[in-house]
């Protein structure tokens, strides 16, 4: 991630604003992306939020009208459902953990490859309250972990735990609750911290009027990886590569766009969503911006490699599998194999 921030912000002070030239045209994405010529759809792996800025901003600044394209952003009814989709041919493209599709892809086959990236590095972390007495990893020694996905977090607060010479089980318990249950559980006191992301979970804990303490997954063994990753069918890699070259070119146009203005970025974010104009969200966006540094960037195999291994040792994929079988980056821009 370090390599892969300092290369973006050389990029920037290369380019400087060349890219955002003709920025000035009134808000309108939606208008601007009906004039595109080839049609694209692509589902979210959850509900809008900050986490999909770069999207929505391409949208709406134009970047995909101007590329040639229609790009339709939908929502998912079952969320579960978005890579089978992706396989399906329901949708061209949709987002996904890395985690989720690695263990879909090695564990039934699933016919989809990522293509590009949308967040750069994990959101996973253990969310504590400081005045509970939690301010190192180990002072949940004795204490409980509320968590909600299976398998992948208890395997990765395992790795966690077991950094700071605590046991899983033993030293600290891991207990399965429901996701919306989470923080409440948290705040009550009934769990000693929580499975979380990182960008969301410490902004309701302040909300709350309490100090998050935040233990990033990856400053404690576990591999860091892309938090999210566009996944296509291979099928369609083949058949429509310009339309996914020209997709990943305006993300990148407006992942430069949102670290060069952030302010105009996020204004025009919330215009576009203004449903989730609250102090939540807000904060949560401006927490998010540094994970975008990169993105569609997710080509780092050393990420793809350790990722699968960390999954085989924990007994969660049956194979490890070619990283062209994971990924591919010949529809990414120039700047990522650079």
Not at 1 to 12: D, H, N, P, S
Not at 150 to 155: G, H, S
Not at 157 to 174: C, I, N
Not at 234 to 256: K, N, Q, Y
Request: proline share 7%; glycine share 10%; with cysteine.
């Amino acid at each position: 991630m370090r390599r892969t921030a300092q290369r973006v912000g050389l990029l920037l002070l290369g380019l400087g604003l060349i890219a955002f030239t003709g920025l000035n045209s009134a808000f309108g994405g939606g208008a601007q992306a009906q004039g595109g010529t080839e049609p694209l759809t692509v589902m979210l792996e959850w509900f809008a939020n900050p986490d999909h800025a770069p999207l929505y901003l391409a949208q709406a600044n134009g970047y995909f009208a101007r590329r040639g394209l229609s790009v339709e952003i939908r929502e998912p009814g079952d969320p579960s459902q978005v890579p089978f989709l992706v396989a399906s041919g329901a949708v061209d493209l949709g987002l996904s953990s890395m985690f989720n599709f690695i263990i879909l892809k090695s564990a039934q086959g699933l016919d989809a490859i990522a293509v590009g990236a949308l967040l750069m590095k994990p959101l996973g972390a253990l969310v504590a309250i400081k005045e509970r007495g939690i301010e190192r990893l180990e002072d949940l020694k004795g204490g409980t972990i509320g968590y909600a996905v299976e398998p992948v977090e208890p395997a990765v607060y395992g790795t966690m735990l077991r950094a700071v010479g605590l046991e899983p089980g033993q030293d600290v318990q891991l207990v399965k609750l429901d996701f919306l249950s989470l923080m409440p559980a948290l705040l009550a006191g009934r769990v000693d911290a929580i499975g979380a992301f990182r960008n969301f979970e410490p902004v309701k804990v302040e909300l709350a009027g309490f100090t998050p303490v935040v233990f990033n997954q990856e400053d404690y063994g576990a591999p860091e990886s892309y938090q999210l990753v566009f996944l296509a069918r291979p099928r369609l890699v083949e058949e429509r590569p310009e339309a996914l070259r020209a997709f990943l070119s305006a993300i990148a146009d407006a992942t430069l766009f949102l670290l060069a203005h952030p302010e105009r970025a996020k204004a025009r974010f919330f215009e576009a969503l203004p449903h989730l104009r609250d102090e939540l969200n807000l904060r949560a966006y401006d927490r998010t911006v540094p994970i975008f540094v990169g993105a569609p960037c997710h080509n780092d195999p050393d990420r793809w490699t350790q990722a699968q291994r960390f999954l085989l040792e924990e007994g969660i994929i049956p194979q490890t599998l070619p990283l062209d079988e994971l990924f591919t980056e010949e529809l990414l821009p120039g700047g990522c194999r650079g």
